[in-house]
C-alpha cells in the first residue's frame, strides 16, 4: 500500500468524523461589507499555531461548492482555522451560486475587496499567518488580492485551477466582446449585455461587470504570477486542460511553483479531493516552518 | 271462438306470423333497450351526483394544495438570492422581472405576473402594465393573504408576501407579489380525475378578492364526464346496437330461411295438398323442399308421398274393387254374362226420350220347363242347364251385343241399330245354339227349348212398352206348337191383357188365395158306345163381379204371371170341395186338367195324392197335356206313376196337337189318349188326315189305350168315332160344361 492510500484511509475516517462534527465546529458568520451588502462566511477555529485559511470559491459559486467545502473541512479537521466565504457578488446574504442569466453588475475588483475583507476579518479573528486557498476563479482573483496589497499576515497563495474565463474563445472573438463592452462603457450604456464568460453562455451583465472579469487573460495571469508578493503555489489538475495542456508549463516558465496531481480534474473530485487536502495540508505545513 | 273472432282472425301465412313474431322480437328488444338505457341513465345521474361531490372535494384539495404551494413558492422566491437583489439594487428589475424571474424556474409556469414591492409596498417597477400581468402599484398589509379575484374574465390567485434579508425573518427588505392563473395552477398541482378544470370559474363580482374559504363556496363547475362511465356507456351502447344489429340481422336471416326453407316449401306443399284435394295431386318430387331440406318438411314430404302413395294403391284397389264389385254387380255369377242390375241400367239409358227414333231390338229369352228340369235333376243341373244356355246364347249374339240373365231361366238382349229381320236371324241362330248344345252331359234326357219374345222400338210408343211386348212375344212363343219364337205384333194384345195388371188378374190371384171364387164347370165324359156318363171334365171358371172368367182368359193370366202351380192348387182345393160336398154324382168321377208346370211338382202330385180319398167313391182322371209331358217326362212319369198307382187314371191331354210322338206313347204312364179336337174333326174329312186318324186310333186302342175324343158336336161324330173304337166321347153334342148342383 502507498503511502499516499494508507493517508486516504486515514483521512476518510477523520473526515468522516469531521462531517458528523461539522456542526458542533462551524460558524456562520455575518458581515456587512463596504458596499452595505451583508456577505456571509462559514469559520472554523482551528489550533492557533496553524495558520488560518481563507478559502475562495470558483466564479459566481459558494463557500459550499464541494471542492472548496471539502478542502475546508479537511482542513478544519486537520486543525486549520478556515474561513470559507461565499462572494456576495453585490447580492446580501447570498447563499446560492448566481446562474448565469441573473443580472450581473458586481465586478472582479468587487470581489477583490471582498477577499480583502475577508483576509482583514481573518487576521482580526484570529491573529496570525493567512494563507489563502483559491480554486478556480477564485485562484485568480486570490493571486489579483496577492499582487495588490494583500494584508501582512498573507503568507501564501496556494491557487487550484488557476484560469481565467476565456475558456479557450476564438482570441478575435474574446476582443471583439472586450471591445464592445469597453464602447458600451465609454457610451455610458447602462443596459444589460449577454456575453460568453467562463461557462456562461449567456453572461447578462452590465458592460462593466462583463469587462472586469474578461478583461483577465493568462498573459495577464502569468504576469501576475510573477508580481504576487506572496509565495504563489500553483496546483493543476492533469485532466484539466481549460487553459491547455502548456498551462502549468507556461506557469513553471514565469516562474511559478506549479505541480500537477496526475488524472484530477478542474475540481479535483474523486480520489483527487484527499490529493488536494494532502497537497494544501503540506504547503501550509511548509508555509509554517518559513514562519 | 266466436264467428267473428273466426272472420278477423282468419288463418295466416307461416310468412306473415313469422314477420309478426320477429317484429315483436324487434319490439321487445326496443322495449328492452330502453329500460336498459332508461337503467344506465339512472346509473349515469347517480354517478353524475357522486362525480360532483368527488369533484367538489378535488377542488378544495387542490384549493388547499394551491395555498400550500403559494406559500412555497413565495417562501422561494423570498429566499432567493436574486430577490433579494432586486430589492436591494432595483436597477435591472424590469429585466429581472419581465424575463428573468420568469425564466429562472423559480416561478410556476403558471405565474401571469410577479411584482416586488420596496418595504412601504411601493413597487419596483417604474412601468405600469396591464391585463393579466398587471398588478397593484401598492400593497398594504390587507394584501398579505392568499386571494382569488376575477380579473377581466380571468380567475388567478394572487399572494403578496414579505421579504426579508436573512433567515430568521427580522429584517423585512420589501415584498413580493405574484398572480398566478388559477385554473392553470390547479391543474398542474394534481390530475382532476372528476373536476372539469375547463368548466371552473368563479361566481364572484369582478375583481373581488375571495379568501380560500370564500372562493370555494364562489367557484362553480362542472364534472367530467366520468370516462369510466362513458366509456361503459359507450360500451353498452356499442354492446347493444351491435346485439340490436345481430339480432336484427339475425331476426331478417331467420325470416328469409323461414322463408326460404320452411314457408315457401309449406305453401308449396299446402298447393299440393290443394291439387290432391282436387284429385289433380301427384308424388312430390324432392324440388319442392328448397335448396336446403327441412328434416320435418322432409318428413312430411315423404309421408305425404307414402299417403299419396297408399292413396293412390287404394284408389287403384278401391277401382279394381269396384270395377270387381261392378262386375259382380253387373254380372251373373253363376253364368259370368251381365245380370238384371246391368240390364236394368241399360235400360234406363234406353228408355230416355227420343228412343223411337233408335233402331233396337229387344230379345227376351226364357227356358221352357225350367222349374220341371231343376225339381227333376237338382239344382246343381239346373245351373248348368243354365251355363249352358248363356253359353249358348252368348255365342250366337253378335260381338258387342249384351246377354243379362234378367232372373231364373230367363234371359235378354237388347240389339242396337237392328231391325226385326235382323233379330229374328239372331233370335234363330240362338235357338240353334241352344239346340246345338248338348245338355246330356249334365244327365239331362229331355231336349232343351228357350222361347223367345221379340219387341222392336218401331212397334212402340214408348220403350217400356217393348220389354212388355217381348214379355208377351216370349211367352206366345212359349205356346204348344209355336215356333219357340214370337215378334211381337198388334194381334197380340189381346193375350197380353193378362199381362198387364187388369181386373182378370186381379180376379185370378184372388181366387187362387180364395177357391170359393173357383167355380168348375163339368163336363160330361160319357162311356163308349153305352154313352153313359163315366166321368166329368172340371173345367175352371172364375166368378167375377157378374161374369165369369172362362180358361182363355184365365190361363193367359197365368202364363204371363206363372201361376200355374199356385192356380193348380186352388183348382185341386176346390174339386175336393166339390167332391167333398157330394158335388160329382155318385159313381162317376171327374178328370182334372194339370199343367205342365204343375205335374212336375211334387206339391201338385201330393195334392193330388190327398185327393185319393175319393178314390174308393170316384174315378179320378188326371190329364196332362202331351206337349207338356213329352218335354218333362222323367220327372213327369215319376209323379204319374205314383199316381196311378195311388188309383189315379192318367190320360194324355190334347193328343195330337203337341208332338203326337207314338214313341213316348209306349214309354207314357198314361191309361187314356184324349184325342184333340183337331183331331176328331180330322176324322169328318174324307182326306189322307181322316185315314191316318183312323189308324191311329185303331192302333192307340189296340195298344191297350183308351181313347177319348174330344169335340164331338154331332152324332155323326159320335158314331164315327164310336165305330173306330172310342172308349169314350166328349163335346157339346154330349153335354156342356156345367155347374153340378148337390
Known sequence: MSSSRFRQLLVLPCLLSACICQPLFAETVEARLPTGTFATAEFRAGKPDLPAVLLIHGFMQTRDFPTVSRLADGLANAGYTTL?????????????????????????????????????WLARRKPGSVVIVGHSYGSLQSLI??????????????????VDTERQSDPRTVAAMLSDAKKRIARGETQLVSYPLGYCK?????????????????????????QSKVPLEVIMGGSDDRMGEDWPEKLRSAGNRVQVIAGANHFFDAEHEFDMLDLTVSLLKSSEKKN | MPVFSRRLFGPVSLARLTFFFLAGVALLLVVTSSVFFANISRIEQNFAANNEKFARQELTEALALMENHMLAVTKALAAWDETRQQLEDPAYYAYWRNSRVLSSGVLPSTTDAIELYDVHGRTLSKETREGEAAMPAHIGKDNLRLALARENGHDHFILFFPIFSDTALQHRIGYGGIKIDFKAELQTLRRFLYLDMASVRLTSKEAQPLTLDQAVRHIAFMTQPSAEIAAFKSLIYRVMYQVAAIVLAGMLLAYFFIVLLVAKPLRRLSVHIDAMRAGRGGLLSESYRGPVPVAELENVRISLNDYQSKLDDMHVNLANKNEELWKLAHHDPLTGIFNRRAFEEDWSALTRPGLTSLNVAFLLFDCDHFKTINDTYG??????VLQGIAESLYGALRTGDRLYRMGGDEFATILYETDVALASRVAERCIEAVNAHNFAVYGMREPLRISIGIAHSHDVASAELLHKHADLAMYHAKRPGSPKMAIYTESLTPSSHAMVSSPETAAVY????????????????VQLPAGEVDYFEALVRIRHADSLLHPASIFSVLEAKRLEIEFDQAVLERIRLDLAGGLIPAGTGISINISGMSIVTTQITDKLLALGEFLGRYKLVIEVTETSLITQISHASANLNRLRKAGFVIALDDFGSGYSSLRYLSTMPVDMIKFDISMVHCLNGEDRQRVIVENLAKLISAAGFKLVAEGIESRATLERVTALGFTHAQGFYLGRPERLKR
Not at chain 1, 145 to 162: D, E, M
Open chain 1, 202 to 226: 449567456q453572461y447578462v451583465s452590465t458592460p462593466q461587470s462583463f469587462l472586469s472579469y474578461a478583461r483577465w487573460n493568462r498573459p495577464d495571469i502569468l504576469r501576475l504570477s510573477r
Open chain 1, 84 to 120: 470559507s466565504p461565499t462572494l456576495s457578488l453585490g447580492i446580501s446574504r447570498r447563499a446560492s451560486s448566481l446562474p448565469c442569466e441573473a443580472v450581473h453588475r458586481h465586478t472582479q475588483e468587487q470581489d477583490v475587496a471582498e477577499i480583502t475583507f475577508w483576509v482583514n
Open chain 2, 510 to 525: 184372388a181366387a187362387i188365395t180364395n177357391p170359393d171364387l173357383l167355380e168348375m164347370h163339368y163336363q160330361k165324359i
Open chain 2, 379 to 384: 239344382h246343381h243341373v239346373g245351373d248348368q
Open chain 1, 145 to 162: 488580492y496577492a499582487v495588490g496589497k494583500p494584508a501582512p499576515t498573507l503568507r501564501r497563495v496556494i491557487a487550484f485551477s488557476l
